[in-house]
């Protein structure tokens, strides 16, 4: 089955710095990989996604970039804001006898010094 | 999301008794999920749903039990067969090959 690492476990930067954030997964068949933010005790958000079709995608001061040959996907923060503290997972959609779900990482904590 | 409602926010459970967690959501969404996160840790599949009257076992189905009659709910029932139930329960929707939305989920204790 779909494997997904992410890496690293935690992430401390200042504010200002940039954080990246990878992802490798095993089945090259998957083609959908999102991003979530979980705060403190709520739900996780998504925050960017891309599909297989494109090699990069930028919302702002977050990007997603994904290189299908070597099965990795990475998450860039610039700029980084205490507010950008939470803990990030990646995910790669995966199929499996007919039905598709959602492997998910285990995590990264980001944390953001003033 | 505002789509997803789950309830109750916060749940205590006597030993030897099942509970029933809620998940309803009004996005037309085909599929729905239910996660496990212990503290500290990362999202654990205990059983999702692609269409009504199917589902299908996660990683960690065992203790739990589930049920697909409609297609805006999927509740989630964790049985006394569930040794260690405490821990956040998300409950999420997607359709067939979108990102999945959260609800805002449900703590379950023991009493």
């Known amino acids: 089955g779909e494997n997904v690492e992410q890496h690293p476990s935690t992430l401390s930067v200042q504010e200002g710095d940039s954080a990246v954030i990878k992802c490798t997964y095993s089945d090259s068949a998957s083609n959908y990989f999102p991003w979530y933010k979980q705060e403190l005790g709520k739900r996780p958000q998504l925050i960017i996604d891309i599909r297989s079709n494109v090699g990069e995608k930028k919302d702002q001061r977050i990007a997603v970039t994904l290189n299908k040959t070597a099965k990795h996907f990475s998450l860039h923060i610039t700029e980084t804001q205490p507010e950008d503290s939470a803990v990030y997972f990646c995910?790669?959609?995966?199929?499996?006898?007919?039905?598709?779900?959602?492997?998910f990482g285990a995590g990264t904590r980001l944390a953001v010094h003033p | 999301d505002g789509g997803i409602t789950q309830s109750p926010k916060y749940l205590f459970r006597k030993e030897g008794q099942n509970v029933t967690l809620s998940c309803e959501q009004n996005?037309?969404?085909?599929?729905m999920y239910w996660y496990r996160q212990d503290p500290g840790q990362g999202l654990r599949l205990i059983y999702y749903?692609?269409?009504?009257?199917?589902?299908q076992k996660g990683d960690i189905a065992e203790g739990y039990s589930v049920s697909r009659e409609k297609k805006e709910s999927f509740p989630l029932t964790v049985t006394s067969a569930q040794k260690n139930p405490t821990a956040f329960y998300l409950c999420a929707s997607s359709f067939k090959e979108g990102p999945q939305h959260f609800g805002d989920g449900t703590r379950l204790s023991i009493l």
């Open positions: 995910a790669v959609l995966t199929y499996s006898g007919g039905y598709n779900k959602l492997i």
């Open positions: 996005l037309n969404h085909d599929a």
């Open positions: 749903s692609q269409i009504v009257n199917d589902f």
